[in-house]
């Protein structure tokens, strides 16, 4: 046990005991009744103190549950100061409808409230703005409670006998619910945290008995302060103490199964208590001999709760509308990305590719952007990719592929797609750029992937080179639509194969025979084979690229 320990709760001990020395010692009066109120105050004055240094170390929703329970004695700490102005400074009698009774009943509102957060778990950041809001509506449901059985009797048609019966009531209901909740976590709970639950659960069990042979005496003018009624409700602070130290260091731990059950599970709750308000409004409306003042006052607290609660409710819908949206998001977006890699597949581009087309096509016919219209198509395909699986494993071929995904990224320009074409395949679509152009990007990836070697674990590293195919859309840029982007696809894939035939680490782009513009006209095969006309890449590309097939040797 620490030295703060120590020193926490041997300060609760040394005051529960000044409690017993002085109703053993002193007789009743005002001596007796300072003693007693003082040592109380000091108890909860360390109560909130100690509740809330639990705070500073934790996050999430632990951090939420310690501040809920250190505003919960601060409540009782201010309902004692408030008795103690009664009783040292004015010396008088508290009156029996006492509007410092509703802080008797809060604490044990925000108890039951930290409890449902399930402070042990850790909460996904989806839970903690859903569950907030019906947390919210669960805390007002009480709250309302308090108002429709309670005030009524307090203050707009005042009543001791019925306002002590209801009260009693609902603080036992009150209690009953969280030793519910404490004894449904300290079943899930394991370790550290089911110790503290049960602890947790001693000492409120053992604070709900002295409180009411307490609140009992009160009620039966048996109750003085500094009376033996005291030393057992200020042991009960006394044993919060352990509990408060029996917090500290405790750490969330995660519960993924079991998270969305239980947000389910609160929000079910939260509906039925709104559902309830109806029933309730009506019950209020039918309710035999009571006055009218109170069925109007029931109604009118009613219709606020019931407001309350709707904006609440409607607060919550538009936040899973917007959750709803952003999972249709995440999903959209892990539908169309390579995990691997992390970038584009082939859905994505089947996806966009006919506005881009579009916009291609749009340009041709107004004849805009001459520089700037063509879309090229680049097959890329990785060299010998087998070796690197079967001599290094499969893992050195995903980083490989990771590897190159990068290396070909940073090769072409922000406004080109970058698309995992399968296996160590891939597609460059290259946007609104000039087919005369083409080359200088060819060259780019291949310089790319073939000057830096490639780690693949360890101090191992391989040398990987790549094959390329390309076409441009529009395959005829006199007759722009007269064949289609898959087509040209095609066109780049055979390219591809012509690059791998030839020897590989190469590009060749195919362009259309001049003799054979009018594809429609001309067999399936619009490829003259030896190709008319080769070059080396260093070739600028502006020069006329003739011929059946333009090839491109890196």
């Known amino acids: 046990m620490s030295t703060s320990t120590r020193f926490w709760i041997g300060m609760a001990a040394t005051l529960t005991l000044v409690q017993a020395a002085a109703s053993a010692l002193l007789p009743r009066g005002l001596a007796l009744t300072a003693t007693s109120d003082i040592a109380l ?64 009943f809060l604490p044990g509102v925000m108890m039951l409230a930290g409890f449902l957060l399930r402070p042990h778990l850790e909460q996904s950041k989806r839970s903690a703005r859903l569950g907030t809001l019906d947390f919210l509506l669960l805390m007002l449901w009480w709250v309302f409670f308090y108002v429709f059985l309670v005030t009524c009797w307090q203050y707009i048609s005042p009543n001791v006998d019925l306002y002590n019966t209801n009260y009693d009531r609902l603080y036992l209901i009150e209690i009953l619910v969280v030793l519910v909740v404490q004894s449904v976590l ?84 939260a509906i039925l208590a709104v559902l309830s308000l109806p029933v309730i409004v009506l019950a209020a409306v039918l309710e035999p001999g009571v006055p009218l ?32 949206k952003r ?24 996806s966009s590719i006919q506005g881009d087309v579009a916009q291609c096509l749009r340009n041709y016919a107004e004849n805009e952007n001459v520089s700037e219209r063509d879309l090229i198509f680049y097959v890329i395909d990785l060299d010998n990719f087998k070796k690197v699986n079967d001599q290094h494993g499969h893992d050195a071929g995903d980083r490989v592929l990771i590897e190159a995904s990068r290396r070909i990224g940073s090769a072409i320009r922000n406004s080109d797609l970058l698309v995992r074409w399968g296996g160590e395949e891939f597609l460059v679509v290259s946007r609104f750029t000039d087919r005369r152009q083409a080359a200088i990007l060819a060259e780019r990836v291949l310089d790319a992937l073939r000057l830096k070697p490639f780690a693949v674990g360890g101090d191992e590293v391989v040398h990987q080179t790549c094959s390329i195919g390309w076409a441009a859309f529009p395959w005829i840029e006199e007759d722009a639509g007269a064949v289609g982007y898959d087509d040209v696809l095609k066109y780049a894939d055979r390219g591809l194969y012509r690059a791998k035939k030839a020897g590989k680490n190469q590009a060749i782009g195919m362009a259309p025979s001049r003799q054979r513009a009018n594809l429609a006209e001309k067999d399936d095969d619009p490829f003259a084979d030896p190709p008319q006309q080769a070059r080396p890449l260093s070739l600028p590309a502006e020069r006329e690229m003739s011929g059946q097939v333009f090839e491109i040797f890196g």
């Open 186 to 269: 300290l079943r899930q709970s394991t370790g550290e945290w089911k110790r503290f639950y049960a602890f947790y659960l001693g000492a409120v069990l053992l604070g709900a008995i002295c409180f009411s042979l307490e609140n009992r005496a009160i009620e039966l003018n048996t109750y003085f302060n500094g009376s033996w009624y005291d030393i057992p409700y200020l042991g009960s602070f006394a044993f919060f103490m352990i509990v408060a130290m029996q917090g500290r260091g405790l750490r969330l731990s995660r519960d993924p199964a079991d998270r969305e059950g239980h947000g389910s599970w609160i929000g079910r709750l």
């Open 327 to 350: 999972a249709n998001r995440v999903l959209q977006e892990s539908s169309t990305t390579d995990p691997l890699t992390g970038i584009r597949n082939r859905r994505f581009l089947m």
């Open 293 to 324: 003042q109170i069925m109007h006052f029931r109604v009118l607290v009613t219709a606020v709760a019931m407001f309350a609660m709707a904006a609440m409710v409607f607060m919550k819908q538009k936040l899973l509308h917007q959750e709803l």
């Open 41 to 104: 105050a000091l108890v909860l004055i360390a109560l909130v103190v100690a509740f809330a240094l639990n705070a500073v170390p934790a996050r999430g929703r632990l951090r939420v549950f310690w501040i809920m329970q250190s505003v919960g004695w601060f409540m009782l700490l201010i309902d004692q100061l408030w008795w103690m102005l009664y009783d040292l400074v004015l010396r008088k009698p508290l009156p029996l409808l006492f509007a410092g009774d509703v802080l008797l």
